[in-house]
């Protein structure tokens, strides 16, 4: 796998834009069909061979010529300015379990009282005391 500031550089320089996703450390986001993204790939893997078996997927698909010209020469805008200034993209959490928490939930000794009490002045209840009467 190349680096991330070649890869970024390949797409850019066949005039699509990149950048790396929010949820993974790893991960990118990009324009290009999947044919580019795949043909980007089959180039880096003529530069560099893998040894893959011949019956896999992976050989299936690296088997196919590429149909563009990809090159890993590194851009200078390839590195994002967040990564430059180096802003932290996937900080640690403050805490244990820190994050979103289960909703509230009612105290146990309280439900039969809050119940009575939004029922009062409700259609419902006017229409129960009208019955019992």
Not at 16 to 22: A, E, F, L, N, V
Not at 74 to 81: E, T
Not at 87 to 102: D, H, I, M, T, V
Request: hydrophobic share 35%; with cysteine.
């Amino acid at each position: 796998m190349p680096n991330m500031l070649a890869l970024r550089s390949a797409f850019m320089e066949q005039g699509y834009r990149i950048s790396i996703s929010h949820t993974h450390a790893n991960a990118l986001k990009t324009d290009a069909p999947n044919s580019v993204l795949w043909d980007i790939m089959r180039c880096w893997v003529k530069m560099k061979p893998v040894k893959v078996k011949p019956t896999s997927p992976a050989a299936v698909i690296l088997s196919k010529e590429p149909k563009i010209e990809a090159s890993f020469s590194v851009r200078k805008d390839a590195n994002p300015p967040s990564r430059i200034q180096k802003l932290a993209r996937f900080p640690e959490n403050p805490e244990p379990n820190w994050g979103p928490k289960a909703r509230a939930k009612r105290k146990a000794g309280t439900a039969a009282e809050d119940d009575q009490s939004e029922c009062e002045g409700s259609k419902r209840s006017k229409i129960q005391d009208e019955n019992t009467e």
